[in-house]
């Protein structure tokens, strides 16, 4: 069966510092994989997406993720993290033998100044 | 402004009062989809729609209906609400299937069924 895990409930991380949020996926076929954002009272918002090609794709507002096929993960990165980074974040996934895209569970992000 | 919108975006009824969440976009995508998403789940799936006329159940149809006469609109019917059904609900759209297309997103409707 098609999933996706977020590993952590919560992640924090003081602004200026590198980020990481987790994504695991399990499918059968090729993966598509996409992270979205969620800010308060907002619906999701795109920010970046792998269909194919290079393992490290750049998305919106200075966000990257490596899809790495070994270990069959999507990790959300950012360099240096800002206060306004702090939202809900998901990790979603779609393969070539279904037309269903399945959400994690969310990982919300908490930058402190 | 491309966008999804969604109405009402808060609603608070009672058991087997039956009612209609409307969802439009203005991107003549073909694909539109519901969500809910509740606290520690996630989002799930309830419908979606490949274009006008068409329908399949998500991960959790039951106790909900839809209907696409329009390619712009796919309303959400609950016609017997029940408070399991008490959750923030999402509407998408997207072109084409969501292979490879990115979904847009609604605003939201947070529903409370008491």
């Known amino acids: 069966a098609q999933s996706v895990a977020q590993p952590e409930d919560q992640v924090n991380v003081a602004e200026g510092n590198p980020l990481t949020v987790k994504c695991t996926y399990s499918?059968?076929?090729?993966?598509?994989l996409f992270w979205y954002v969620q800010y308060p009272n907002r619906g999701l918002q795109f920010l970046l997406k792998?269909?194919?090609?290079?393992?490290l794709v750049k998305g919106s507002y200075g966000f990257e993720a490596e899809f790495n096929k070994s270990q069959t993960s999507f990790h959300l990165k950012k360099p240096s993290a800002l206060v306004s980074d702090s939202a809900l974040y998901f990790c979603?996934?779609?393969?070539?033998?279904?037309?269903?895209?399945?959400f994690g569970t969310g990982t919300r992000l908490q930058v402190f100044p | 402004e491309a966008q999804v919108t969604q109405n009402p975006r808060y609603l608070i009824t009672v058991t087997g009062k039956k009612l209609t969440v409307t969802c439009s976009q203005n991107?003549?995508?073909?694909?539109m989809s519901w969500y809910r998403q509740d606290p520690g789940l996630g989002l799930r799936q309830i419908y979606y729609?490949?274009?006008?006329?068409?329908?399949d159940k998500g991960d959790v149809p039951e106790g909900y209906k839809v209907s696409r006469k329009e390619k712009r609109n796919f309303p959400l019917i609950l016609e017997s609400p029940s408070p399991n059904q008490t959750s923030l609900y999402f509407c998408?759209?997207?072109?084409?299937?969501?292979?490879?297309?990115?979904?847009?997103f609604g605003p939201g409707t947070r529903l409370t069924v008491t």
């Open positions: 998408a759209s997207s072109l084409a299937d969501t292979g490879v297309y990115e979904q847009y």
């Open positions: 499918v059968s076929g090729n993966p598509y």
């Open positions: 792998y269909i194919t090609g290079d393992n």
């Open positions: 979603a996934v779609i393969s070539t033998n279904t037309d269903k895209l399945i």
């Open positions: 991107m003549n995508h073909e694909y």
């Open positions: 729609s490949m274009n006008v006329e068409v329908t």
